[in-house]
């Protein structure tokens, strides 16, 4: 080595580690968990993924020290956290949850200071629930604000499930809103462009993923790049299984394909989410969280 190897080298090096948060040992993202092969497997056992709940949606930060995962408990929905702290992984607690309505299917905002969600509470938040709306809370230090509807480009008089986002905020998600009466399971997805911090009216994707059933359930690669969702097809498997389209080389959306038996079974698999790094890709199946090297996507192209 030269001595202007040398100095070149300790200067990258010290890049290396101050691009995690000081005495962040990087092996403790995800839960400290080991990381799964390209065969499925639960995340963190007994841990979030526990026999006598049902889990949903979930989300990690871009950085993989914060989680935030839904939870069936029998009686209600509600949100929990747990994050990174001085080395260890706090407990996992409730952030979001009522004694009457339902908080599901956490996503964070791209620059992570919204988290969105959705709920059966009424707009006034008074009286029995109503049809699933998309709300948000804002992040303020270690605390969330009061649920914030989305608003009216984005829910309607009917159901509106799911939510993801690109990197420059534009939001997808599912709804009914369009189904004919006698239908309400028939869902489509939607994305809807954010300009000066408003929401801009909804746009209902090609019949390459959309059909006559139900699509719900939807993650967006931050680059638009390919879209994941979760329907209910002659084809399928189950319940409901997990799709995958691509976008061509004009931008179009190929048309969506089963992503088959290593991922789908005869249940139903739903709430897909790809880290932010883009190493993993998680889903609910079997009523827990499930986790597989994103590198298996490619398979599908």
């Keep these: 080595m030269t001595s202007l190897q040398k100095p070149i080298i300790t200067l990258l090096f010290l890049v290396l580690i101050n691009s995690y948060p000081s005495?962040?040992?990087?092996?403790?993202?995800?839960?400290?968990?080991?990381?799964?092969?390209?065969?499925?497997?639960?995340?963190?056992?007994?841990?979030?993924?526990?026999?006598?709940?049902?889990?949903?949606?979930?989300?990690?930060?871009?950085?993989?020290?914060?989680?935030?995962?839904?939870?069936?408990?029998?009686?209600?929905?509600?949100?929990?956290?747990?994050?990174?702290?001085?080395?260890?992984?706090?407990?996992?607690?409730?952030?979001?949850?009522?004694?009457?309505?339902?908080?599901?299917?956490?996503?964070?905002?791209?620059?992570?200071?919204?988290?969105?969600?959705?709920?059966?509470?009424?707009?006034?938040?008074?009286?029995?629930?109503?049809?699933?709306?998309?709300?948000?809370?804002?992040?303020?230090?270690?605390?969330?604000?009061?649920?914030?509807?989305?608003?009216?480009?984005?829910?309607?008089?009917?159901?509106?499930?799911?939510?993801?986002?690109?990197?420059?905020?534009?939001?997808?998600?599912?709804?009914?809103?369009?189904?004919e009466n006698g239908n309400d399971y028939n869902f489509d997805i939607y994305s809807s462009a954010r300009r000066k911090g408003e929401y801009q009216e909804a746009v209902k994707l090609s019949d390459a993923v959309n059909t006559g059933s139900y699509e719900a359930d939807v993650f967006i690669a931050p680059d638009e790049s390919y879209i994941i969702f979760c329907a209910n097809r002659k084809e399928g498997l189950g319940r409901g299984d997990l799709y995958i389209s691509f976008k061509d080389e004009n931008g179009n959306w190929t048309k969506s394909k089963n992503?088959?038996?290593?991922?789908?079974?005869?249940?139903?698999?739903?709430?897909?989410?790809?880290?932010?790094d883009g190493k993993y890709f998680f889903y609910t199946s079997r009523q827990d969280i499930y986790w597989v090297d994103a590198k298996i996507l490619e398979q599908y192209r």
């Excluded at 949100?79 to 004694?99: A, C, D, F, M, V």
């Design 259 to 276: 992503m088959g038996s290593l991922i789908n079974t005869n249940g139903h698999e739903l709430c897909p989410f790809v880290s932010r």
């Design 23 to 179: 005495g962040t040992d990087n092996s403790l993202q995800y839960l400290g968990q080991t990381p799964p092969s390209m065969t499925p497997e639960i995340f963190a056992p007994g841990l979030i993924s526990k026999s006598t709940e049902y889990e949903f949606g979930s989300v990690f930060s871009k950085d993989g020290m914060e989680f935030f995962y839904g939870v069936d408990t029998g009686n209600r929905s509600e949100i929990r956290y747990t994050r990174l702290e001085n080395g260890k992984w706090t407990p996992s607690k409730t952030i979001i949850s009522h004694q009457q309505y339902g908080y599901n299917d956490p996503f964070l905002s791209p620059d992570e200071n919204e988290l969105y969600y959705i709920s059966d509470m009424p707009m006034n938040g008074k009286g029995s629930g109503k049809d699933y709306d998309i709300w948000y809370s804002v992040r303020n230090g270690d605390k969330w604000s009061e649920p914030i509807n989305a608003g009216k480009n984005i829910n309607s008089d009917k159901n509106e499930y799911y939510i993801s986002f690109t990197e420059d905020g534009s939001m997808y998600f599912s709804s009914n809103k369009m189904a």
